[in-house]
Antibody, heavy 124, light 111 residues
Framework: EVHLVESGGGLVQPGRSLRLSCEGS????????MHWVRQAPGKGLEWVSG????????DYADSVKGRFTTSRDNAKNSLYLQMNSLRPEDTALYYC?????????????????WGQGTTVTVSS | QSVLTQPPSVSGAPGQRVTISCTGS?????????VHWYQQFPGKAPKFLIY???NRPSGVPDRFSGSKSGTSASLAITGLQAEDEADYYC???????????FGGGTKLTVL
């Protein structure tokens, strides 16, 4: 069975950093692009970033560009999100997701597998 | 303000048919990009419901169907059941933003 498990969330002060991790299982990790999607409390889904199999092509939402960095380690079947200069508006549940098809980030593809999410709270 | 516009809420009685619209523009749905749909229960991760405008992943009941026309897409649910009560989101790609875009979500209430 295909699984994604996120970790690394927590409470952090504004301006500080946090690194999220996501481990995949049940599929060939480097055959697929991976994405981060977040959901603020009581709000809708917001795409954050997508990364290709070899980490060459990486896309970011304007809201996080320059502050967040996405990376992956295919040997560990893992996806990461380094979040710097955190703001209160970054408070959300962060989901790791698998692109349905393709090993490069293609925003027109669907996201067929989702982790359970990890919560990030930015507050002083 | 989401790039894709969905009604905040829809409702229907058991057994009825409901539709949820997803309205975009010429830089996303209207440019030909596929629309996908997700179902989310409270406290749970979204579930992949419809892909490529009208295709159902394995295990999704055929009561759920999707369509797309012009700059809009729709999710239809027939034979409404109490267990369908959830939030529904559409998703596509926007060439102006160069990124994935979601609708604001629609809360379905089964009366």
């Amino acid at each position: 069975e295909v699984h994604l498990v996120e970790s690394g969330g927590g409470l952090v002060q504004p301006g500080r950093s946090l690194r999220l991790s996501c481990e995949g299982s049940g599929f060939t990790f480097d055959d697929f692009a991976m994405h981060w999607v977040r959901q603020a409390p009581g709000k809708g889904l917001e795409w954050v970033s997508g990364i290709g199999w070899n980490s060459i092509n990486i896309d970011y939402a304007d809201s996080v560009k320059g502050r967040f960095t996405t990376s992956r380690d295919n040997a560990k079947n893992s996806l990461y999100l380094q979040m710097n200069s955190l703001r209160p508006e970054d408070t959300a549940l962060y989901y790791c997701t698998k692109q349905t098809l393709g090993d490069e980030p293609q925003g027109y593809q669907g996201l067929d597998v989702w982790g359970q999410g990890t919560t990030v709270t930015v507050s002083s | 303000q989401s790039v894709l516009t969905q009604p905040p809420s829809v409702s229907g009685a058991p057994g009825q048919r409901v539709t949820i619209s997803c309205t975009g523009s010429n830089s996303n749905i209207g440019e030909g990009y596929d629309v996908h749909w997700y179902q989310q229960f409270p406290g749970k991760a979204p579930k992949f419901l419809i892909y490529g405008n009208s295709n159902r992943p394995s295990g999704v009941p055929d009561r759920f169907s999707g369509s797309k026309s012009g700059t809009s897409a729709s999710l239809a649910i027939t034979g409404l059941q109490a267990e369908d009560e959830a939030d529904y989101y559409c998703q596509s790609y926007d060439s102006s933003l160069s990124g994935v875009v979601f609708g604001g979500g629609t809360k379905l209430t089964v009366l």
